[in-house]
């Protein structure tokens, strides 16, 4: 470790204990939400639906991984497959450059295979019109249908590093089904992203009209899920790092 990055680890051992900090951050991420902070944003002109912070870490993750294959479970507007897309493109940019060449933008090395159960026509004709286009299959039905999960796997291919990120129907039974579906798709090292794990650390009364509540989220399937599931532990320090983030105890490192 370089002395800056000592000094990193130092801090974030310091804000994970932080009690003030983690009061405030709570705090902040109740009003925010309710306020329906993270609809603001948008990456390379499609909404995307996340906290700064959150994208910031996939950044991170993505040049720390350097995956292949990012597969992605929820759409919505398109910004999260534009943003992986947009970050695989910087890899292959930079494999091109140390190699003294350059990149075929119509035969790209890296790809997004995203999959949604309502990919709305609108939504899909921007995201076809993207310049990431090329680099992003999508693919319409439910993330746990085995015809699906099938329809994924020939699209990952034989993909050396691949990255998921779980992001649909936030419920209980439906995440359970996703990481028995998904994890086992993601390399050594590399993550299981699972969104929205918030859920559990909100008011009951925020998700009125979703399906998903306290007691029946992204968090308690993670929980669950690793309890049988023990090639993968919670990347704590990302949890410090990040403070305010959809994702706490989500982000999951396949350590065997």
């Not at 000094?7 to 009690?19: F, K, M, S, T």
């Not at 993750?61 to 294959?69: E, G, Q, S, Y």
């Not at 699209?155 to 990120?165: R, S």
Request: contains cysteine; glycine residues 6%; hydrophobic residues 45%.
């Amino acid at each position: 470790m370089t002395d800056f990055e000592r000094e990193v680890a130092g801090r974030l051992q310091e804000a994970a204990r932080n009690d003030d900090l983690q009061a405030a951050t709570a705090t902040f991420m109740e009003r925010s939400i309710a306020a329906r902070y993270s609809y603001n944003w948008f990456w390379m002109g499609r909404p995307i639906i996340q906290y700064p912070q959150d994208i910031c870490a996939m950044q991170e993750l993505v040049w720390r991984v350097r995956p292949d294959v990012i597969v992605e479970t929820g759409i919505a507007h398109g910004g999260s497959l534009i943003l992986s897309a947009s970050l695989l493109a910087m890899l292959d940019l930079c494999d091109a450059t140390e190699a003294g060449g350059v990149v075929d933008p119509a035969q790209p090395k890296r790809r997004v295979v995203g999959v949604d159960i309502d990919i709305r026509p609108h939504n899909r004709a921007a995201i076809e019109a993207h310049p990431m286009a090329k680099r992003i299959t999508m693919i319409q039905g439910s993330s746990v249908d085995p015809g699906i999960v099938a329809q994924v796997k020939a699209a990952v291919g034989d993909a050396k590093t691949v990255l998921v990120c779980l992001d649909s129907n936030h419920t209980h039974d439906h995440v359970l089904a996703e990481l028995e579906a998904y994890a086992p798709m993601v390399t050594m090292g590399s993550y299981c992203v699972v969104f929205d794990t918030v859920i559990e650390n909100l008011p009951s009364e925020m998700y009125v009209d979703r399906p998903w509540d306290v007691g029946d989220n992204s968090m308690t399937a993670v929980q669950e899920w690793l309890k049988s599931n023990t090639g993968f532990v919670i990347d704590h320090e990302m949890d410090a790092k990040l403070q305010i983030s959809v994702a706490p105890n989500g982000y999951l490192r396949r350590v065997r």
